[in-house]
């Protein structure tokens, strides 16, 4: 069974740097195809993508915020973290984890497990 | 960046009715379009992938249709636990891009 939990501070300060950790079970990233994904939802509106990690450490960012985003994994501790800099009131949202979609040898960019998120606000 | 336009915004409809919910892409997608159904405090759920391949557990009167600009999902008969809001996601071009949602409600 695959499972992903969102981790890390609840509230930030403008300007201040977030760090998300993402702890998952039932599958490695050190398997080809595998890569987990990084989403979040400010209150009341849509999804947003924000960063994708595979196996290969190959990864993709939103280009706009790509200046502003770092996602790296640790295979050993089944962990995946995204950062963000200069966060600011805007960036207010629940951030989400999740597990790219593999079915046997094939996978792509769908996310078919989720953590549960993590509100995050960003207020001084 | 690919604009997934939803449409419509809300679908007022009575359980055992069928719903129908648009999706259009600001250009061609192919068939790499997702939809997830999400309810008020929980993550999304993947409900179909790749425009009609429902994804593990989701029940069937759950299809999906459609290719290049325009998709379809259609809920056959709604039950109570349908009433949600709805996203669709394309993964033809980066960055991947979700729609605005589709809110089906209780009519």
Partial sequence: QITLKESGPTLVKPTQTLTLTCTFSGFSLSTSGVGVGWIRQPPGKALEWLAVIYWNDYKNYSPSLKSRLTITKDTSKNQVVLSMTNMDPVDTATYYCAHRLTISEWSANWFDVWGQGTLVTVSS | ?107
Avoid at chain 2, 42 to 63: E, K
């Fill in chain 2, 1 to 107: 960046e690919i604009v997934l336009t939803q449409s419509p915004a809300t679908l007022s409809l009575s359980p055992g009715e069928r719903g129908t919910l648009s999706c259009r892409a600001s250009q061609s997608v192919s068939s790499y379009l997702a939809w997830y159904q999400q309810k008020p405090g929980q993550a999304p759920r993947l409900l179909i992938y790749d425009a009609f391949n429902r994804a593990t557990g989701i029940p069937a009167r759950f299809s999906g249709s459609g290719s290049g600009t325009d998709f379809t999902l259609t809920i056959s008969s709604l039950e109570p636990e349908d009433f949600a809001v709805y996203y669709c996601q394309q993964r033809s071009n980066w960055p991947l891009t979700f729609g605005q949602g589709t809110k089906v409600e209780i009519k």
